[in-house]
T-cell receptor, first 111, second 113 residues
Framework: EPEVTQTPSHQVTQMGQEVILRCVPI?????FYWYRQILGQKVEFLVS????????KSEIFDDQFSVERPDGSNFTLKIRSTKLEDSAMYFC?????????FGQGTRLTVV | GQQVMQIPQYQHVQEGEDFTTYCNSS?????IQWYKQRPGGHPVFLIQ?????EVKKQKRLTFQFGEAKKNSSLHITATQTTDVGTYFC?????????????FGKGTHLIIQP
């Protein structure tokens, strides 16, 4: 069964460093998303991407964040200068028309 | 912005008892989706409801979408230990798939054998 894959599974970075989280969505899906979940809390929407551009973004998705779909298969989330409060599980998801399919997540720890 | 409230936050049940979680949106939704997340896992899509008043069943799970498309519920009949996890509702706005999902805080289902 097709699945969304994310790498790395765990990333530890120093405050102020840039990180890139990678995702390979399900191949025939059209909509791509990034969400985050701080430990024990709800899933929070960051950004959606459709037709090679951002279709919606939340207040969390400020100038420190950017997304790219560089080659038609990968979908990346970049955080330019990480802060302690960026520590969370980051989920990539993709959708065709019915529900969103989530990857296993990348646990980002900022120290 | 859109807010989705979900209650209860925790529900302890004996195995075999029923379980219900409720979801309310501050705005009318184009659709509502339900997800299950096991401890340490990722959200797994269960179902999407689109029509006003819609009721859908998946084995022991019954999902309802309110007439005003602002509230929803998930009911599990005769819970089993495999039902353990957090159940999230998530609303989607008028943009459909191009819009992100607004998740509720989830209901943690704890089952005592």
């Amino acid at each position: 069964e097709p699945e969304v894959t994310q790498t790395p599974s765990h990333q530890v970075t120093q405050m102020g460093q840039e990180v890139i989280l990678r995702c390979v969505p399900i191949s025939n899906h059209l909509y791509f998303y990034w969400y985050r979940q701080i430990l024990g809390q709800k899933v929070e929407f960051l950004v959606s991407f459709y037709n090679n551009e951002i279709s919606e973004k939340s207040e969390i998705f400020d100038d420190q964040f950017s997304v790219e779909r560089p080659d038609g298969s990968n979908f990346t989330l970049k955080i330019r200068s990480t802060k302690l409060e960026d520590s969370a599980m980051y989920f990539c998801a993709s959708s065709l028309n019915l529900g969103a399919f989530f990857g296993q997540g990348t646990r980002l720890t900022v120290v | 912005g859109q807010q989705v409230m979900q209650i209860p936050q925790y529900q302890h049940v004996q195995e075999g008892e029923d379980f219900t979680t409720y979801c309310n949106s501050s705005t009318t939704l184009s659709n509502i989706q339900w997800y299950k997340q096991r401890p340490g896992g990722h959200p797994v899509f269960l179902i999407q409801l689109v029509k006003s008043g819609e009721v859908k069943k998946q084995k022991r799970l019954t999902f309802q979408f309110g007439e005003a498309k602002k509230n929803s519920s998930l009911h599990i009949t005769a819970t089993q230990t495999t039902d353990v996890g957090t159940y999230f509702c998530a609303g989607q706005g008028s943009g459909g798939g191009a819009d992100g999902l607004t998740f509720g805080k989830g209901t943690h289902l704890i089952i005592q054998p």
